[in-house]
Every structure is written in C-alpha cells, then in structure tokens.
C-alpha cells in the first residue's frame, strides 16, 4: 500500500518562502496526476496545486504566482515551493493523487504564517 510523508513545514513570517516534500511509497508514481492540498482549522481540504505525469500544473488562484509545485519520478517526490507567504497560507498541506486523492493520507506538514 502506498504510504505518503509529508515534510517541510514551519513557522514562517509573512513574505516568507518554505519548500515542501512529499515521498510516496510505491513503484507506479510517475503514472499519477500528483496534487497537494491544505486544510486550515474549521475549514474543508482544498486543492492548492497539482502537476501530472507530463509535467502540466494547476494551481488555484490563490497561490498563482506564489507558489510552484514540481515532481521527481525518479524519486517519487513531489515538491512545494511557496514563496510570499501570507497569513491565511497557515494550513495543514498534504499530497496526494489527484484530485481526487486515491491514496491514504499521510500526516501533513503544519505552515503557520504569523509575525
């Protein structure tokens, strides 16, 4: 069964950058459209970005600009970068498939974007 683990998070100024891995277990990653998503307290999961096997990526409005999500199949990783940072950033950010995710959640990675 793949496993995900998610790494990276932390406690960042505003305007600050943090980059985010994921690792997934399992010998068929490159084939997956691979996505990360965040959830912040009391809200749902929600879409941040995904990028599929041949490299094309989506991100949703809020983060166009600021944040670049990138794969390495050799490795099976996937990657985050955010840059620019605000406060509403602050979430809990897992990868996954997708959307939508077929694989069972890791533990995420905590950003809290706070002076």
């Known amino acids: 069964q793949v496993q995900l683990v998610e790494s990276g998070g932390g406690l960042v100024q505003p305007g600050g950058s943090l980059r985010l891995s994921c690792a997934a277990s399992?010998?068929?990653?490159?084939?997956?459209?691979m996505a990360w998503y965040r959830q912040a307290p009391g809200k749902q999961r929600e879409l941040v970005a995904r990028?599929?096997?041949?490299?094309?990526?989506y991100y949703t409005d809020s983060v166009k600009g600021r944040f670049t999500i990138s794969r390495n199949n050799a490795v099976n990783t996937v990657s985050l970068q955010m840059n620019s940072l605000k406060p509403e950033d602050t979430a809990f950010y897992y990868c996954?498939?997708?959307?939508?995710?077929?694989?069972?959640w890791g533990q995420g990675t905590q950003v809290t974007v706070s002076s």
């Open positions: 990028i599929g096997s041949n490299g094309n990526t």
């Open positions: 399992g010998s068929s990653f490159r084939i997956y459209v």
């Open positions: 996954n498939t997708g959307p939508p995710a077929s694989w069972p």
